[in-house]
């Protein structure tokens, strides 16, 4: 079993940066994709951000903003989280898969964080 457990969210004002961090109970050099997802209030989860052997991939509303890394010695996935906005106040979760492919599919993701909440002020 895998634990996962997400920090660095809290309240900042627009424009402000946060890094997210991703902490796994076991080593994560056998996990083929990381993946960041949110869901803000009403809304349904969205992925923002995956990094897997190919590079990484972000959604059109992050790309310049954010940035996904994993360091493979501290077992910890990271979301540079720069220029926030607003509409990035969510529960930011994170998530990993073991098989290839089909990391674009929230039900492919094997386990995932409780989340931690992002608010940004106007």
């Known amino acids: 079993q895998v634990q996962l457990v997400e920090s660095g969210g809290g309240l900042v004002q627009a424009g402000g940066s946060l890094r997210l961090s991703c902490a796994a109970s076991v080593s994560i050099l056998s996990i083929r994709a990381m993946a960041w997802y949110r869901q803000a209030p009403g809304k349904q989860r969205e992925l923002v951000a995956v990094i897997a052997s190919g590079g990484a991939n972000y959604a059109d509303s992050v790309k310049g903003r954010f940035t996904i890394s994993r360091d493979n010695t501290k077992n910890t996935g990271y979301l540079q989280m720069n220029s926030l906005k607003p509409e990035d106040t969510a529960v930011y979760y994170c998530?990993?898969?073991?098989?290839?492919?089909?990391?674009?599919?929230?039900?492919?993701?094997?386990?995932w964080g409780r989340g931690t909440q992002v608010t940004v002020s106007s």
């Open positions: 998530a990993v898969r073991y098989s290839g492919g089909g990391y674009f599919r929230a039900d492919n993701y094997d386990y």
